[in-house]
C-alpha cells in the first residue's frame, strides 16, 4: 500500500494538470529504507510528449545525487496519462528501473477529475496496490475514541445527593 500526504497529491495533481496536453513527471523522496514519500521533486519531462515520459538526463543525474546526499531514495515515480487510464503501459513497464518504488499514474484525461493509481512494477509484472491519501493536519490515532472520560460501565446519570 502507498501511503501518501494529500499536499504531495495535489501538487502531483497539479503539476500534471499544469503540464497537460504533454505528460509529466517527477519523483517523492522519502528516507533511505521507510516507504516514506515525503519531498515532492518535479522534473521536466525531456520528451515533450502527449504520450511518453522521459526525465531529462543531467536532471534525473542531479536529483539521484541530491537524494544519495541527504539519505534519500525514490520512493515514489510518478508521471501522467492525459488521454488513457491511469495504468501503466508497455513503455512504462519497460522503463521501470526502480523495483522498490511505487509507481504513481495520474490520468488527465477528463478536465474536472483525476484518476489516481499506484503499481509496482518488478521485473516486468504490474501489480496494482491502494492508494492512503493521509491529511497531515488531522493526527489518526489523536482521538480514540469519543467516551469523554466515561469508562465503558454504566453512567449514572441522575444527580442525587442534592
Do not use: K
Not at 522534473?43 to 515520459?53: E, G, K, L, P, V
Not at 501489480?127 to 482521538?143: F, K, M, N, Q, W
Request: hydrophobic content about 35%; charged content about 25%; proline content about 7%.
Amino acid at each position: 500500500m502507498l501511503s501518501i500526504d494529500r499536499s504531495i497529491v495535489d501538487a502531483i495533481v497539479a503539476h500534471a494538470r499544469r503540464d497537460h496536453p504533454d505528460e509529466a513527471c517527477g519523483v517523492v523522496a522519502g528516507p533511505v529504507g521507510s516507504d516514506t514519500p515525503t519531498r515532492h521533486i518535479p522534473m521536466d519531462n525531456a520528451a515533450r510528449s502527449m504520450t511518453f515520459y522521459e526525465f531529462d538526463s543531467m536532471e534525473q543525474l542531479r536529483v539521484w545525487r541530491e537524494m544519495d546526499d541527504r539519505d534519500e531514495e525514490p520512493v515514489v515515480i510518478y508521471h501522467s496519462h492525459t488521454a488513457t487510464e491511469a495504468y501503466p503501459s508497455r513503455t512504462d513497464v519497460s522503463f521501470a528501473g526502480e523495483p522498490g518504488a511505487h509507481y504513481l499514474l495520474v490520468s488527465t484525461r477528463e478536465p474536472d477529475t483525476e484518476e489516481i493509481r499506484s503499481f509496482r512494477i518488478v521485473d516486468g509484472v504490474v501489480t496494482e496496490e491502494p492508494v492512503r491519501i493521509l491529511d497531515a493536519g488531522v493526527d489518526p490515532h489523536a482521538v480514540q475514541s469519543y467516551m469523554f472520560g466515561q469508562s465503558p460501565a454504566t453512567v449514572d446519570y441522575e444527580c442525587s445527593g442534592r
